[in-house]
């Protein structure tokens, strides 16, 4: 059953496909596929009806968002980079863990379009018999290759024979959205809050942290930012040659399925990516990254870190008393672990840097608008190349 191999999702965010039709009086769909196959996993699905009757659509898939391997009873996806593996329930029927996979796509249905929008394509190997008729387990030796390979696919060509053009189309996560991820003692939320307050002045914004990690024993751990004077306070500060700040984000969605959710931000000039996952009682990882087109940039991930005056914080193995008589911003380099509470570690993999006090915008404290030394917080600052949407990992072990 599905509920063996993943939880159901808590939120998720429906997918809206955007379509664009263009002529193809000159193209088949060979030779569209050879011009859009580029150098990675892709393919052509001919559609033939009753021998020698051809159908209304052929598809061609190209950039999938993730490919998932099946061998030997295990299953792997690797996406943006990374490879993870997929839960698999008792007998090794994979096919149930790629449907768990798929429920957290669920599609908006488009009338006018084909019924194949994307999802998985891919192929079954003769071996996986194995796995729907128990007999012939002992029977069948391990084959060389992998049993089964599916991608999945988010963007597709349809070629219209009727109408003699090409459908392009690809999906979009419904904006604007927030989704909470709860198991094992964590909740995780995420927001892809990007719309200004106030009609006019789209830079003074509400809110700059994009996510909050909550811990049932220790409480808010990460997160819970609320700054409307200081853009490199928000969770990816992009910045050209150092000071153009690309804030507030144009462009937002987040997606949760089972114990993962995804955030994705668009800046115009950029995209940055945030992927959280609960792996376990003890432990909550994120993955970040972001992709620019700037000549010169100063990128990094900033994780907001709820400590106040009198908390002493352990860097790398060193007590850190955060004192209020603390004039200006501390920097203080971590190259492997933070320890912000009794039993609480942050390690941001490569290093980062801790910074403290950071005094959030207080629009009644005239005309500083800052807060007072009491509500100061901390930053937890990672940089990125704007070069990978899978860059940095930081874990949250408890």
Same mark, same amino acid.
């Given at each position: ?149 599916f991608l999945l696919a988010d963007t597709l060509v349809a070629f219209d024979h009727a109408r003699s053009s090409l459908l392009l189309i690809t999906h979009a996560f419904d904006g604007d959205a927030a989704a909470v991820i709860r198991r094992d003692g964590w909740a995780v939320v995420l927001s892809a809050y990007y719309h200004s307050n106030r009609p006019g ?15 049932d024993r220790l409480g808010l751990v990460i997160g819970g930012g609320n700054d409307k004077n200081r853009v490199e306070a928000a969770t990816f500060d992009l910045a050209e040659s150092g000071y153009v700040h690309y804030f507030p984000p144009i462009g937002g969605s987040v997606r949760a399925a089972g114990r993962q959710g995804l955030l994705n931000l668009d800046?115009? +000039? *950029?995209?940055?990516? $945030? %992927?959280? !996952?609960?792996?376990?009682?003890? @432990?909550? #990882? ?88 009491? +509500? *100061?917080?901390?930053? $937890? %600052?990672? !940089?990125?190349?704007?070069?990978? @949407?899978? #860059? ?7």
């Open positions: 059953m599905l509920a063996d191999v993943a939880p159901l999702p808590t939120q998720t965010a429906p997918l809206r496909p955007v379509v664009r039709e263009l002529p193809a009086d000159l193209d088949t769909p060979a030779t569209a596929y050879l011009k859009l196959r580029g150098r990675g996993p892709s393919f052509l699905l001919e559609s033939v009806e009753g021998g020698e009757r051809v159908a209304r659509y052929s598809f061609i898939g190209v950039q999938p968002r993730a490919r998932y391997v099946a061998r030997a009873g295990a299953l792997a996806c690797d996406e943006a980079g990374r490879t993870r593996a997929v839960p698999v329930p008792p007998g090794g029927d994979f096919l149930q863990a790629l449907q768990a996979e798929l429920a957290g796509y669920p599609p908006v249905e488009r009338t006018g379009l084909p019924r194949f929008l994307g999802g998985l394509v891919g192929y079954l190997g003769y071996e996986t018999v194995r796995f729907f008729e128990p007999t012939l387990q002992a029977r069948l030796a391990a084959a060389p290759l992998p049993d089964a390979i002045n789209p830079f003074i914004l509400d809110r700059t942290e994009n996510i909050s990690v909550f811990h800046y115009g +000039a *950029a995209r940055a990516r $945030l %992927r959280a !996952a609960i792996r376990s009682q003890r @432990l909550v #990882e994120l993955t970040a990254g972001a992709i620019t087109n700037f000549a010169g940039q100063t990128d990094r991930l900033n994780l907001q870190i709820p400590v106040g005056p009198g908390t002493t914080v352990r860097i790398d193995g060193r007590d850190v008393r955060l004192r209020e008589s603390m004039t200006g911003q501390r920097v203080w380099p971590v190259r492997k672990s933070l320890e912000t509470a009794a039993g609480l570690r942050i390690e941001p993999v490569g290093g980062g840097e801790f910074i403290w006090p950071h005094r959030p915008w207080n629009s009644y404290n005239i005309p500083e608008h800052t807060s007072p030394i009491s +509500a *100061a917080v901390g930053f $937890l %600052r990672v !940089a990125l190349t704007g070069k990978d @949407l899978a #860059e940095r990992v930081v874990r949250i072990r408890a």
